[in-house]
Structures are given as structure tokens and as C-alpha cells.
């Protein structure tokens, strides 16, 4: 057949007009995913605080015909360590004081009490941030433990010795807060917190009679009644205030 002349023996039309073949590139290779961040903060928060606990201990201000028992002096510190940027592990370690002076002049002469009510409370549980920046931070907190030794001495303070009576017991207890913390540098802030915490110890009678005991006895009995069972009951909120330490 005859041909175009200047056309290439056996091409077509179309295969003539068609254009350059174009050349498809392979995907460019972006290397394996990179793995998530890793939490690279201050791992280790060391805490020392103060505060005041509020609580009611209804059934021993019954007892002693007192309102004084309504408030105490704590502190203590916490360790905490980050398992993340919002999870941490917690201890925490603290003393609680009160002291209050009071007679009864239900008995002749009137006795004079000295009155201290302490406690040690312990407690284990893990701590969640609900805010977390260079500047600010709050956080919530669940623990629990035990408070040994939460004991009130009443010393008969006119009365000859023995003079003192004990009670003593070992109480559960359980403590939600939240801290709200101010951080002045990466390393160091400073935090105020709210919580609530029940503590309460079984009835207790004291460990043995001595002078002045007749205030755990029934009002107006006898001298010789069987002791009141009265339980230690801590339980209320708590106030604080402290500096903490990030490693």
C-alpha cells in the first residue's frame, strides 16, 4: 500500500499523532512510621505541704462535753511518679495534731484535762492531671491506706499519777483531692488543694483505769461504770497548701 512520504513504513495515523509515551516514577519511599513521642518530662514529684483537716468526731464531743474536737493541724509530704503525661503514681505520709484543755466539774475537786488527739495517716492511690502546661497544672487525686496509731491521751493534769488514759486504735482511710499547682520553672511551683477524707476507727475504750478516767465512763453513773465504747472519727475535708519538687 502506499505511504506518506516522510512517514515511517508501517505506522498508522493514530500511532503517528499519538504523542510521547509517558514515564509513570515509582512512589518515593518516606521510610517506616516514627513511633509516638515519649513522655519526656520530670518523672519524680517530691511534695511537702501543711494544712488544716476539718471533721466532726460527733460521737467523742458527746462523750467529753466538748465542741473543741472540730479541726487539726496536719502535714506531711507525697511522692508521686509519672507513669505518663496525665498518670502518676502517689504516696502520701502525714501527722495530724490537736490539743485542747478542758475540766469537769462534774467531779470534786474539778479535773483538769489535757487532751491530744494525733494521728498518722498513710495512703497509696494514683493521681490524674486534668490540666497540664509550662505555667499551670490541676490535678486530681484517689488514695487510700491506713492511719495507724490515731490515739487521744487524756493526762489528768491535777490528779496524781497514773493519770493518763489512752485510747488507741488503727483506722481505713480513703482521700479524694484536687491541686491546683503555679509552677515558677520547669523544676519547682508551688500548689493549694481541697479533698475530702473519711477516717473513722472502730469503738474504743481505754487500755487500762487509771486517775481521771471517769471521763469515758457514763455521766452521772458510777464511779466504777464499765468505760463508754467511743470511736475516733476524722472524717471531713481538708485544707493545704505546699511547694513541690520535680526530678
Do not use: H
Amino acid at each position: 500500500p502506499a505511504t506518506r512520504a516522510g512517514a515511517p513504513t508501517g505506522a498508522t495515523p493514530r500511532a503517528a499523532a499519538a504523542g510521547p509515551e509517558r514515564t509513570v516514577r515509582p512512589p518515593v519511599s518516606r521510610g517506616a512510621a516514627r513511633p509516638a513521642a515519649r513522655f519526656a518530662g520530670p518523672r519524680l514529684q517530691l511534695r511537702a505541704f501543711g494544712g488544716l483537716a476539718n471533721y466532726g468526731a460527733p460521737e467523742l464531743n458527746a462523750q467529753l462535753g466538748l465542741n473543741s474536737f472540730s479541726s487539726a493541724m496536719t502535714g506531711g509530704v507525697e511522692v508521686a511518679y509519672s507513669l505518663s503525661r496525665s498518670l502518676a503514681v502517689a504516696f502520701r505520709a502525714e501527722y495530724l495534731t490537736r490539743t485542747v484543755l478542758a475540766s469537769d466539774d462534774s467531779q470534786y475537786p474539778v479535773v483538769e484535762y489535757n487532751l491530744v488527739l494525733t494521728s498518722l495517716p498513710l495512703a497509696l492511690g494514683a493521681e490524674y492531671s486534668l490540666l497540664e502546661n509550662s505555667s499551670f497544672s490541676i490535678r486530681a487525686g484517689l488514695l487510700v491506706g491506713s492511719a495507724p496509731s490515731t490515739r487521744l491521751t487524756a493526762t489528768a493534769s491535777n490528779l496524781e499519777a497514773p493519770n493518763e488514759v489512752v485510747l488507741s486504735g488503727n483506722a481505713w482511710q480513703a482521700l479524694v483531692k484536687t491541686d491546683f499547682e503555679f509552677k515558677f520553672s520547669r523544676s519547682f511551683g508551688v500548689f493549694a488543694g481541697v479533698g475530702y477524707r473519711y477516717l473513722k476507727t472502730a469503738e474504743l475504750i481505754p487500755a487500762s483505769e487509771a486517775n481521771g478516767d471517769a471521763l469515758f465512763r457514763p455521766a452521772g453513773g458510777e464511779i466504777d461504770a464499765p468505760f463508754v465504747p467511743v470511736p475516733l472519727n476524722l472524717s471531713g475535708l481538708l485544707f493545704g497548701a505546699g511547694a513541690n519538687l520535680r526530678f
